[in-house]
């Protein structure tokens, strides 16, 4: 089947059908450093009539990436509506393994998504420190680990050491101290802050640097991006959203509406 006769055939289907077989010709024709190191070639004849195709039908593409932008959107949607709503039915399950404090009741849940390297978040906590000594009798407070490590290096590196901390009974004390020091991060104060709280050195130190500490981690950071999630501080508290260096005030009001 030549090419004229596979366009035929493609322009009768769906725009979004079209870009994923375009997408697979334009792999095909790119050749790969195996391919050349195999001296397999692409024919140049090919490859123009497919590039061909694409300048003669620049709409055709936009079409594609309008309906993959849509499908993703409503993907999106749904993800995030589905955990919102379990959020309220069945908090317990939301927050799984992350650390808490708080009202053992469960019933309001403040989840914060974070990164120890972020200077909104570091203003976040204050926020949320004073929020939590208010009305830790009523609200659950759940931490999610998000380190954005293309721009903070020391993001993950601290999170991992949070985990580990949580190991021994101590990530909120850990996730302040992080916090408050945030222009010292790094090796010497990741040890300094476990020595501080008189943790157990080697087992902090081999969970730090452990598969379980990357792994739990990763889980967190799959279901930011699975909500859309692009930057932190991220808060959902009992189904609504808010983010950034938020102030006492937006809580509170946040809250009272939650508790009517």
């Not at 931490?143 to 580990?164: C, R």
């Not at 008189?198 to 598969?211: A, G």
Request: proline share 5%.
């Amino acid at each position: 089947m030549n090419l004229s006769t596979i366009w035929r055939k493609l322009r009768s289907q769906q725009a979004f059908c079209f870009a994923a077989l375009l997408a697979g010709c334009l792999v095909f024709i790119g050749c790969s450093p195996a391919q050349s190191a195999a001296g397999n070639s692409v024919d140049p004849k090919l490859k123009e009539q497919v590039l061909q195709i694409i300048r003669e039908n620049p709409q055709v593409i936009l079409d594609s990436v309008q309906a993959y932008q849509q499908q993703q959107q409503q993907s999106l949607k749904a993800a995030q509506e589905s955990f919102l709503q379990e959020m309220k039915t069945n908090p317990k399950s939301a927050i799984g393994d992350a650390p808490s404090t708080g009202s053992a009741s469960q019933q309001i849940v403040l989840l914060e998504f974070s990164d120890f390297q972020c200077p909104f978040c570091a203003r976040a906590h204050d926020t949320v420190k004073q929020f939590m000594a208010k009305h830790q009798d009523k609200v659950t407070l759940a931490y999610k680990h998000f380190p954005l490590t293309s721009i903070h290096p020391q993001a993950l590196p601290a999170a991992k050491a949070a985990w580990a901390a949580q190991q021994q009974g101590k990530f909120w004390e850990y996730y302040s101290a992080l916090f408050e020091g945030q222009k010292e991060l790094g090796e010497p104060f990741y040890a300094s802050i476990a020595q501080k709280l008189n943790l157990k050195l080697d087992k902090f130190n081999t969970d730090r640097n452990s598969p379980a500490a990357e792994a739990a981690i990763a889980k967190d950071v799959q279901l930011a991006q699975q909500l859309g999630i692009q930057g932190t501080p991220f808060f959902i508290m009992n189904g609504q959203t808010f983010s950034g260096a938020v102030e006492l005030s937006e809580m509170e009001s946040i809250l009272a509406s939650i508790s009517k």
